[in-house]
């Protein structure tokens, strides 16, 4: 019943932003680490950025300063605002989110679907 699903992707010009959204439904009594992945073509996924339930948040070196992790726990969501964005961050971007159902006493492990992210002229 708990599912993720991200938004906000699309096509941008290099020095350009966006911002991404991941929003997990459900009956959920809490989320702990919730983390932002991308794969470009011809690469392998990378860990982007991820942001504990205490607010500590890692970036990727390719990443820091310019993008930002942050969450709204009250309405179970995670963002990702991407600054200065460069041609190298096309990927298809995923939410990755530590989730506890409601009456279940152990966590699940849900990723999204994923949104394209292209940066282009």
């Known amino acids: 019943q708990v599912h993720l699903v991200e938004s906000g992707g699309g096509l941008v010009q290099p020095g350009g932003s966006l911002r991404l959204s991941c929003v997990a439904s459900g009956s959920i009594a809490g989320i702990y680490t919730m983390r932002w992945y991308r794969q470009a073509p011809g690469k392998e996924r990378e860990l982007v950025a991820s942001?504990?339930?205490?607010?500590?948040?890692n970036y990727a070196d390719s990443v820091r300063g310019r993008f930002t992790i942050s969450r709204d726990n009250a309405k179970n969501t995670v963002y990702l605002q991407m600054n200065s964005l460069k041609p190298e961050d096309t990927a298809a971007y995923s939410c990755?989110?530590?989730?506890?159902?409601?009456?279940?006493?152990?966590?699940?492990?849900?990723w999204g679907q994923g949104t394209q992210v292209t940066v282009s002229s």
């Open positions: 990755n989110e530590e989730v506890l159902p409601h009456g279940s006493s152990t966590t699940w492990i849900l």
């Open positions: 942001i504990t339930r205490g607010g500590m948040t």
